[in-house]
């Protein structure tokens, strides 16, 4: 179970351009919230608002892709001195193709968080999980709390450096195309 009580900056890795941000990618939706404290606090880049839940636990934030993702982490900002009973401390993070196939990828149990709380995300074989559909359901609240606040959201995918060089494609098989395989 990973650690996420970490002293150091979470989101370093993103700042330093190891991953990326892809949340921006995805169709975001929410099992429910109250007026004004939607998606749109959710995902605004401001610790200061937040998503409200309204409705039966567990609730859930579902981020659909239009392609399959590789992510490596989903990052959560909470505040306990601000939030108290509404506060998560048990969260899973789902994934799948769709609704119909989601398989829990981790569950991580939290006491009085504040600030970022990065979950990092691996398959059963230790890879980094691809996924259409990311499903982030809070559980359990602080005091057993009813709604739920998140106030904010980051989905983390690494960014991969390749290097494209010409002597990659200039292996031509056929005498057509081997005339163009030099400059003269």
């Known amino acids: 179970m990973p650690d996420p009580a ?37 995902r605004d880049g401001c610790c200061d608002s937040y998503w409200q839940s309204d409705g039966q636990l567990p609730h859930l934030v579902n981020i ?3 392609r399959k993702t590789t992510i490596q982490s989903v990052a959560i900002y909470t505040d306990y001195k601000l939030d108290e009973s509404y506060t998560p401390t048990r969260v899973s993070v789902r994934g799948g193709t769709n609704f119909n196939d989601l398989q829990e990828i981790e569950v991580v149990d939290l006491t009085e968080p504040t600030g970022w709380i990065v979950i990092p995300l691996k398959d059963l074989n230790e890879r980094l999980v691809r996924t259409f559909l990311l499903q982030i359901a809070v559980i359990q609240n602080h005091q057993q709390g ?33 005339q163009f395989q030099s400059l003269r």
């Open 6 to 42: 970490d002293p150091a900056d979470p989101l370093a890795d993103e700042k330093c351009g190891v991953v990326r941000e892809v949340g921006g990618q995805a169709t975001w939706s929410l099992s429910s919230c109250k007026p004004g404290f939607g998606v749109e606090q959710l």
């Open 64 to 66: 659909q892709f239009r």
């Open 146 to 178: 009813r709604d739920t606040h998140l106030r904010q959201v980051k989905v983390h995918s690494p960014v991969t450096n390749k290097i494209v060089s010409s002597a990659t494609f200039s292996q031509f098989s056929t005498a057509d195309m081997r």
